[in-house]
């Protein structure tokens, strides 16, 4: 069992910048995949960012650039710099982590004002 916490979210103006963070808790070692994906009123929820136990990334081609996704395996944690943010990335962020089979966070929400 793994459980996941967000933090960080918030409202932002157009081309400004939020960090989101998420601290894993449980089995936390067997973790493989971790990451950020969204959901946006009406919308599919979509991957944004992942990052794997060998710290390989993938990005939607949406954030590429302007997202930066990172892992911390000694504080088991995974953060999401967002800089130059719009107002289609308003969403409700879940992080994501993979162990035998998907676990979600609870979500936090990041609005983005234009």
């Known amino acids: 069992q793994v459980q996941l916490v967000e933090s960080g979210g918030g409202l932002v103006q157009a081309g400004g910048s939020l960090r989101l963070s998420c601290a894993a808790s449980g089995s936390t070692s067997s973790i493989n995949t971790i990451g950020w994906f969204r959901q946006a009123p009406g919308k599919q929820r979509e991957l944004v960012a992942t990052?794997?136990?060998?710290?390989?990334?993938n990005y939607a081609d949406s954030v590429k650039g302007r997202f930066t996704i990172s892992r911390d395996n000694a504080q088991n944690t995974v953060h999401l710099q967002m800089n130059s943010l719009k107002p289609e990335d308003t969403a409700v962020y879940y992080c994501?982590?993979?162990?035998?089979?998907?676990?979600w966070g609870q979500g936090t929400q990041v609005t983005v004002s234009s």
């Open positions: 990052v794997r136990s060998g710290y390989k990334t």
């Open positions: 994501y982590a993979y162990v035998v089979r998907d676990y």
